[in-house]
């Protein structure tokens, strides 16, 4: 199988007083999709944002093919080149068209030439159905659109793996279905993806492995199999209850209520 | 005599504009980056600057500091003067400029593998200067209006020019009329021009 | 080390002159603030008024009081008012007038600025509650509005404070005007008076604007 894409190992992380990340120890594979699941405040977008250095960590190890990504590492950029990162605000830049926001890190950065670069970007548009928008300015995109956009360009630098923070988590239903979609023709083509998501559904479809983080410690890391049909722990259990709703108006109840039981 | 009056007006405010934007650019950045030492000096400068008068600022500089060894000219002791206070104010609209951009902007540009120059370059500053720009004309404006205080100084400008026609010449209603039309002639374009700028800018909104 | 001109200062009553003459140039601000903030709000408020010919006179004034100098403002109303209307204003008197005149203006934008800043949704939330139209603007609209004005109110004290420098040029004794004195009576004694004095007058306008714009921070902070 070879040597693990990514490697985090002991990784503990601390807000002033408060430890948000907990001995954590992870191995990403190429190829493979990892989704992190958990409550609020558990530490998963945190986790993410360590391993592009964009959280300094005050213990352990992560390792991207071997090399250590270090807030203070002189090759950071070079690194973070090979991770790609999607946010749940899109964060595009504004004052560029959807075709200057894709263009610039790969010119600037990866010195490619304008042409190539440019091609490169129509193609992947017109595969997640932008194609027609390169001229615009993120203002006149809808959010689903923009989020798209925002993938694009995170794939644009040929990165070795892609971390999406939530990235649906503030887009209308169908919105996050044409998103949701993108990432999955995206898993199926075999990149390595790490996601943090609450949608539990997509979960299942896309993942390789599913781990629950809860006050900054993986509780389980399973298969979407195992998590969803025979999780191991008390706390999973109860965390998958949250998504599954009882009738309160049921038939029977209604019926009681009238007096016809 | 009123024209070349206000010529130098103008001449001497601008000069002063531009040296106090670059200044205020200084400032600005060396707050938004937070440099040690130098923080300190750049507040105490600007809580300074923008707590006195020009006028004791001008009255300071060419009166005083001669007495000290430091002799300037009315004319560049009117633009230090300007420069002096002026950059104080465009350090602010340049740092809350840079600061209104969310560091999550920051973040994006480089999780894409951009170095800390590339980010301010291409993506913070652009922004930034956009949205500094009501607070810029609006300093600009002001500065301008300051350069009515030059006549303190004896500098010829349109006030000493007003102030000497009425005293000399008793021409009231002429020299008060004249002055005010000067002066409209001067601010009134820049102030159009910062309106429409600032319309402008709102249009074009900036929605991530 | 040369002579810095600051002995001056402690001869005879040469300080308290220059105390007194910034008082006279906080009094000119204190009073023109107690007129012109009043009336400014009242004109604030009539600014939000839908009638057009209103709105256009007002408008008119207040861009023409903001866009002119002060010292072209002073110079108009001291000068121009002798030919005028044939007054003999004293200085300060003239000064009141013109710091009025402004500060109206100012504060007026000030308050519209304020009124207008308040979202649309406040009123309707509020009356969806069943509020009457003065419950709305007592409890929660008036609060808002003195929150959004304070800091700026302030500000514009510090900025009158400032300007009343300039009505040394219309004859009025005041701080800068004494420190001239001040440096010609002892021109053969201290030399370098020049320089401890004006420094001194720096250290004074100083002293009177740096804790009140400290003020309007921490408001600002406050009530964030």
């Known amino acids: 199988m070879g040597e693990p894409l990514l ?40 986790l993410l944002r360590c391993i592009n250095a964009l959280e300094p960590i005050q213990g352990g190890e992560i390792c991207l093919e071997g090399e250590a990504v270090d807030a203070k590492g002189k090759n950071l950029a070079a690194l973070r080149q090979k991770i790609g990162m999607v946010f749940q605000s899109y964060e595009l830049f504004p ?38 928008k ?128 | 005599m009123y024209e070349k009056a206000a010529w130098l007006t103008v001449r001497i405010g601008l000069i ?35 707590n006195t008068p020009l006028l004791v600022q001008l009255f300071f500089i060419y009166y005083g500091l001669p007495k000290v060894g430091i002799k300037t000219d009315a004319a560049t002791c009117g633009m230090i003067g300007l420069a002096f206070l002026g950059g104080s ?68 400008d349109l006030m000493f020019t007003a102030k000497d026609l009425i005293g000399l010449y008793y021409k009231t209603t002429e020299s008060l009329f004249l002055l005010v039309i000067f002066y409209l002639l001067i601010l009134l374009p820049i102030s159009i021009l910062g309106s429409l700028l600032e319309r402008r800018l709102r249009h074009a909104g900036f929605g991530s | 080390m040369p002579d810095l001109g600051l002995e001056v200062l402690f001869k005879g009553k040469n300080m308290v002159r220059l105390l ?29 008024s839908k009638n057009p010919v209103v709105k256009g006179i007002l408008r008119v004034y207040l861009e023409f009081v903001r866009i002119m100098p002060q010292l072209v403002l002073l110079f108009l109303i001291y000068f121009g008012s002798t030919k005028a209307f044939g007054w003999d204003l004293s200085g300060e008197t003239a000064a009141v007038i013109v710091f009025v005149l402004w500060g109206t203006a100012e504060m007026s ?31 929660i ?20 404070i400032k300007t009343t420098s300039l009505v040394l040029m219309i004859g009025v004794v005041e701080v800068l005007k004494v420190a001239q004195q001040i440096i010609e009576a002892n021109r053969m004694a201290s030399p370098n008076a020049a320089f401890g004095i004006y420094l001194t007058v720096f250290v004074l306008y100083f002293i009177a604007c740096f804790p009140i714009s400290m003020l309007s921070k921490h408001l600002e902070r406050k009530w964030r």
């Open chain 1, 7 to 46: 490697t985090i190992k002991n990784v503990t992380k601390c807000f002033g007083e408060t430890m948000v990340l907990e001995d954590i120890e992870l191995e990403v594979r190429q190829g493979e999709v990892i989704v992190l699941v958990g409550p609020s405040g558990c530490g998963k977008s945190t």
């Open chain 1, 95 to 132: 004052h560029l068209t959807v075709l200057e926001n894709i263009l610039l890190a790969p010119l600037k950065v990866q010195k490619r030439k304008k042409e190539e670069v440019r091609q490169e970007a129509m193609a992947l548009l017109d595969r997640v159905g932008l194609s027609g």
């Open chain 1, 134 to 261: 390169e001229n615009s300015y993120p203002r006149q995109l809808s959010g689903g659109q923009k989020q798209r956009v925002a993938i694009v360009r995170a794939l644009s630098m040929h990165p070795e793996i892609l971390l999406f923070d939530e990235v649906t988590a503030a887009l209308d239903p169908e919105m996050v279905r044409e998103v949701l979609d993108v990432m999955l023709s995206l898993a199926a083509q075999g990149r390595t993806m790490i996601i943090v998501t609450h949608e539990m559904q997509f979960a299942r479809a896309v993942a390789d492995r599913i781990l629950f983080l809860e006050k900054g410690k993986i509780l389980e890391d399973t298969t979407p199999e195992e998590f969803f049909e025979r999780p191991k722990t008390e706390r999973v259990k109860q965390f998958l209850n949250m998504f599954a709703f009882h009738a309160v108006k049921s038939p029977k109840a209604a019926k009681e209520a009238s007096g016809e039981i």
């Open chain 2, 16 to 50: 002063g504009i531009f040296l106090s934007i670059i200044l205020g650019f200084f400032c600005a950045a060396i707050l938004y980056y937070k440099v040690p030492v130098l923080k300190r000096i750049v507040t105490a400068y600007i809580e300074l600057s923008r």
């Open chain 2, 89 to 156: 104010y465009m350090a602010e609209a340049f740092r809350s400029g840079l600061e209104a951009i969310d560091s999550i902007q920051t973040e994006s540009a480089l999780s894409l593998g951009m170095s800390k120059y590339q980010v301010m370059r291409y993506v913070v500053l652009p922004q930034a200067i956009s949205i500094s720009i009501p607070a810029f004309m609006a300093n600009v404006i002001f500065l301008m209006k300051e350069t009515s205080v030059f006549s303190a100084i004896s500098l010829m």
């Open chain 3, 20 to 48: 007194g003459g910034l008082w006279v140039a906080l009094k000119i601000s204190l009073l023109a603030v107690a007129i012109s903030f009043p009336l400014g709000i009242l004109l604030g408020a009539l600014m939000t």
């Open chain 3, 109 to 139: 934008d000030l308050v519209r600025g304020a009124l207008i800043s308040i979202p649309i949704h406040q009123y309707e939330s509020s009356e969806a509650l069943g509020l009457s139209r003065a419950q709305t603007y007592l409890y």
């Open chain 3, 141 to 160: 609209i008036i609060p808002q509005t003195v929150r959004r004005l304070v800091p700026l109110s302030i500000n514009l004290i510090t900025r009158m």
